[in-house]
């Protein structure tokens, strides 16, 4: 059973930095993409950011050069820092792999900016 677990969110000002984690277990972490979603309120869920088993990675307009996804292959770890954030970077963040077709889901950590 794959497990991922989110942490990092918080309340930030306009501008703001934060940096997300994401810690997986449960399967071979080091040869699974990866990615970054959100969900604003009364919105369908996005994509962020990606990240590949050799490091490619893929952004949204929305906040290219902005966030900066990477992993720690040997603590099973994604991060996504999150520099000049804006109002509209408000959402819950979801951590999410997809193994054998399926997609595993962390429970998700809230992301506050105030303007």
């Known amino acids: 059973q794959v497990h991922l677990l989110e942490s990092g969110g918080g309340l930030v000002q306009a501008g703001g930095s934060l940096r997300l984690s994401c810690v997986c277990s449960?399967?071979?972490?080091?040869?699974?993409?990866m990615r970054w979603y959100r969900q604003a309120p009364g919105k369908q869920r996005e994509l962020v950011a990606g990240?590949?088993?050799?490091?490619?990675?893929m952004y949204a307009d929305s906040v290219k050069g902005r966030f900066t996804i990477s992993r720690d292959n040997a603590i099973n770890t994604v991060y996504l820092q999150m520099n000049s954030l804006k109002p509209e970077d408000t959402a819950v963040y979801y951590c999410?792999?997809?193994?054998?077709?399926?997609?595993?889901w962390g429970q998700g950590t809230q992301v506050t900016v105030s303007s």
């Open positions: 999410n792999t997809r193994l054998y077709g399926l997609d595993f």
């Open positions: 449960g399967t071979i972490f080091s040869i699974n993409a």
């Open positions: 990240i590949t088993s050799d490091g490619s990675t």
